[in-house]
């Protein structure tokens, strides 16, 4: 049972910039806690994308970028790309669910 | 390289049972925490229970508490989920995954193994 909500889709040209929601509540991201991303590829696994709000690992290119207020979070990219057509799922700590984390519901990226 | 391969995947009965393991190499087990996630085929990801590095801090979702039992060891580099009283709704990939300072509020899960699929089916 997801507690964080995205849209299920975005869509955008090559080149153009999408963001991707991902609604909290007071028990999770509102109160302070941090959300991470993950992206992935039809019939892979999931790969981290964004950590800590805003952090890419090495080897995530910087057109991905993350950004957090109050009960939401948002993963932008910039200058989209074919290869970025995906799944992408939140995720946060809850603290109403006996201290347990929990992922969003998922997004799927098209690259039209 | 880090690497995580699960195993222990099947076809099970309802109320059956169903033990999965998770070898894992190329880093120093024994200082991070692990986590399993599973995903039904087709949907979206759910966290299932995760584990620190020592043990003695273990948490479940609330879908799996009570049924659900996660260990480690650290001497043969192994997570393992022990999976009892098992419902079709349980269906899905489980994948594990390494987790830098489970417990705390801000961890993350990387890199993940490639899962193994557990069928739950009368």
């Known amino acids: 049972q997801s507690v964080l909500t995205q849209p299920p889709s975005v869509s955008g040209a090559p080149g153009q910039r999408v963001t991707i929601s991902c609604t909290g509540t007071t028990s999770n991201i509102g109160v302070g806690y941090d959300v991470n991303w993950y992206q992935q590829f039809p019939g892979k696994v999931p790969k981290l994308l964004i950590h800590a709000n805003k952090n890419r690992p090495s080897g995530v290119p910087d057109r991905f970028s993350g950004s957090k207020s109050g009960t939401s979070a948002s993963l932008a990219i910039s200058g989209l790309q074919a290869e970025d057509e995906a799944d992408y799922y939140c995720?946060?700590?809850?603290?109403?669910?006996?201290?347990?984390?929990?992922f969003g519901t998922g997004t799927k990226v098209t690259v039209l | 390289e880090v690497l995580l391969v699960e195993s222990g995947g099947g076809v099970v009965r309802p109320g059956g049972s169903l033990r999965l393991s998770c070898a894992a190499s190329g880093f120093r087990f024994d200082d991070y925490g692990m986590t399993w996630v599973r995903q039904a085929p087709g949907q979206g990801l759910e966290w299932v229970s995760g584990i620190d590095w020592t043990g003695g801090d273990i948490k479940y979702a609330d879908s799996v508490r009570g049924r659900f039992t996660i260990s480690r060891d650290n001497a043969k580099n192994s997570l393992y989920l022990l999976m009892n009283s098992l419902r079709v709704e349980d269906t899905a990939f489980y994948h594990c995954?390494?987790?830098?300072?489970?417990?705390?509020?801000?961890?993350?899960?990387?890199?993940w193994g490639q899962g193994t699929l557990v069928t739950v089916s009368s």
């Open positions: 995954a390494r987790v830098p300072g489970f417990g705390g509020t801000s961890s993350w899960f990387d890199p």
């Open positions: 995720q946060s700590y809850d603290i109403s669910l006996s201290g347990s984390y929990v």
